[in-house]
């Protein structure tokens, strides 16, 4: 909402414009007048919105046209003064005034207008009638007042709805021709009943109504009043109530009715406490709140978050089958201004047999999507009105910004959930095949997705030591000229080869020597495809012989042609090697650690006998 209002008032002379304001500020009718009163300015707790208020007035007595064009561009709201006995100053409203001030003021914003009758004291008959017209022919008058400054008769609501037009104008929400709201106020106000039918079944029963009224207008409604409102529209349409709840067409009849007498005010609270700017756009500042991300740190959902994700699921998994079927995901997105979810995140995360994407794989998308592009995941999380469900103070609330990469390694231990693993290896060598084993699809399933429906990420849940963790796979385009930062600095590095492929060995030997042998980040060599006959790599040193060199851990056979889902014990691998990159720095390359990784009880030796060293020691 704006921070300051400004009303001017113009007029033709005599008509009571000093008045009027005189008579506002000191509450008695001044019998001597000066031309212009001086510029004041009401503070803001004493104005009925609670913003500071600026009155100008106009003389054209004291005032040159050019000053009056200035004022005429700073003012927020203007109101058209003339003399209720004087139809000459009627006639100049529309012959000279609203002229006047459209050729000053774009046509896109124009500011908005007010029709001050003044002198009501001098005549018995209103003047109405002449000036609906014109407010019929002006969209951008506002509305029209008659009032008194002698009588002091309407004085404060006069400078009040001048001052609403400013903070709550009708313009955006309402068509007068029409007599309906505008459709962008229709699909905002859509955006927010579905936003707030926290169950999704069409109805804001009293308990969504309760909560929604405590959001937008922080008291609950007293259970006679919450009747009021039902009654209201039930008494006006048929299908505005149904089981005792209120439905998106009596909800929206009941803003119309807002408008319609003059309380926009409300609709507006609403439609801000939802995010929405003048323009009825979601502010920036509600979709992007400032985050701060320091370099090396990395971004991930916070358990309110998961919970509030967790909720939206459930709302939209109408059948309970833990999955989203296309139409349940058209519902869930149906609050965004567009679908951000391609066919490529069915390849992205895991699916049930129909292809659907599970409760495990939504959450995976959202943990990825924060990973990569936080900006992207407040959006999304604005849209479902995260903050406002869960009554954050803003969609930043949802986020963990991990601690510095390099303190976790120099402490040993991270706090981190996500880990990231980048895959090289040249073109064809099986990628992707590997990617989509990670979501437990073989190769015959891989050969059902279309080329255009494939993704460059794949996501899944992983147990490190008991501890459940994301892994996200990327792979990496294999003609790159330069490698990204994100790139370069992963958790762990994939080289897999293609142990069919001759020549598929040197690509994973170039990238590892040009930029990852002198980096602390593991690697792990794959050798896929290994179902298929083994060729002799050309290359001088066997892939063994160039692990061993290099003190990485030899290459780990992985193959997707498998009849059931493919292994997940290389995924384990990859993850442990994430999440503990000192252990992989000294022990990975010796044999000795996939013997821990692998088996527990060879681990308790370990401890064992080190426990056995300390005990001896003192003697
Ligand atoms: P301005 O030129 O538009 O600023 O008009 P003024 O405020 O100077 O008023 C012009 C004359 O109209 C003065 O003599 C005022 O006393 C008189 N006047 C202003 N308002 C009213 C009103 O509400 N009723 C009556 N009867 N006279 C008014
Ligand atoms: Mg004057």
Redesign the pocket.
């Known amino acids: 909402m704006r921070k300051d209002v400004r009303i001017l008032l113009v007029?033709?002379?005599?008509?009571?414009?000093?008045?009027?304001i005189?008579s506002l500020v000191s509450e008695e009718?001044?019998?001597v007048?000066p031309?212009?009163a001086e510029e004041i300015t009401i503070p803001a707790d004493v104005t009925p919105e609670r913003v500071p208020t600026h009155i100008v007035?106009y003389?054209e007595a004291e005032q040159t046209d050019e000053q009056l064009d200035q004022e005429i561009s700073k003012a927020n709201v203007i109101c058209i003064?003339y003399?209720v006995n004087n139809k000459k100053s009627i006639e100049k409203v529309t012959s000279h005034w609203i002229p006047l001030i459209n050729e000053r003021t774009d046509k896109d914003s124009r500011v908005p207008l007010i029709l001050v009758g003044?002198?009501?004291?001098?005549v018995e008959h209103s003047s109405m009638e002449t000036i609906l017209p014109i407010m019929n022919q002006h969209t951008e008058i506002e509305t029209c007042v008659e009032?008194?400054?002698?009588?002091l008769k309407n004085i404060s609501e006069l400078f009040y709805y001048a001052q609403k037009a400013v903070l709550h104008p009708t313009g955006p929400l309402y068509c007068p021709e029409q007599k309906e709201m505008k459709p962008a106020c229709i699909r905002a106000l859509m955006r927010i009943f579905k936003v707030s039918d926290l169950d999704n079944d069409g109805i804001l029963n009293d308990n969504e109504l309760n909560f929604f009224q405590r959001t937008c207008f922080n008291t609950p409604l007293a259970p006679q009043a919450l009747e009021d409102v039902k009654n209201v529209v039930r008494k006006n349409m048929t299908d505005g109530v149904c089981d005792n709840g209120l439905t998106l067409k009596g909800f929206l009849f009941l803003h119309t009715l807002f408008i319609q007498r003059g309380r926009h005010e409300t609709t507006w609270t609403v439609l801000r406490r939802f995010g929405y700017d003048d323009d009825l756009e979601l502010h920036q500042d509600y979709l992007f709140p400032l985050l701060k991300i320091p370099p090396d740190c990395t971004t991930e959902l916070n358990h309110n978050a998961y919970l509030f994700l967790q909720s939206v699921f459930d709302k939209y998994d109408k059948d309970r089958d833990c999955a989203l079927s296309p139409e349940e995901l058209k519902d869930l997105f149906d609050v965004f201004p567009y679908m951000p979810w391609g066919p490529d995140v069915n390849n992205t995360v895991c699916t049930n047999e129909q292809g659907w994407i599970t409760y495990q794989g939504y959450m995976s998308q959202w943990t990825l999507t924060t990973y990569l592009d936080v900006q992207r995941c407040l959006e999304y999380l604005g849209y479902l009105g995260y903050s406002i469900i869960t009554e954050q103070e803003s969609q930043a609330a949802s986020i963990t910004v991990t601690r510095d990469k390099k303190v976790d390694l120099q402490k040993k231990q991270t706090q981190r959930c996500v880990f990231r693993c980048n895959i090289f290896g040249a073109s064809g060598s099986g990628k992707t095949g590997f990617l989509q084993s990670f979501l437990g699809r073989n190769l015959m399933h891989q050969r059902t997705i279309k080329e255009e429906h494939k993704s460059y990420y794949a996501i899944n849940t992983i147990y490190v030591y008991g501890q459940e963790k994301y892994l996200l796979l990327h792979e990496v385009f294999s003609d790159f000229d330069v490698l990204s930062d994100a790139e370069l600095s992963c958790d762990v590095v994939c080289l897999l080869y293609d142990i069919s492929n001759p020549g598929s060995f040197e690509y994973c030997t170039k990238v590892f020597k040009q930029y990852f042998m002198d980096s602390k980040i593991p690697c792990l060599m794959i050798a896929a495809k290994s179902d298929l006959p083994e060729a002799r790599q050309q290359y001088a040193a066997s892939p063994m012989e160039f692990c061993r060199q290099h003190r990485i851990p030899p290459p780990q056979a992985f193959t997707c042609n498998t009849a059931a889902t493919p292994s997940k014990d290389i995924f384990v691998k990859l993850a442990t090697m994430a999440v503990y990159p000192h252990m992989s720095q000294a022990d990975v390359k010796s044999s000795a650690f996939w013997l821990r990784a692998s088996m527990g009880a060879t681990l308790f030796a370990v401890l064992g006998f080190a426990m056995y060293r300390v005990v001896i020691r003192p003697r």
């Open positions: 007029g033709e002379p005599k008509v009571g414009k000093t008045s009027l005189m009718f001044p019998d007048v031309y212009r007035d003389s003064v003399s003044n002198k009501s004291d001098l009032c008194s400054a002698k009588n």
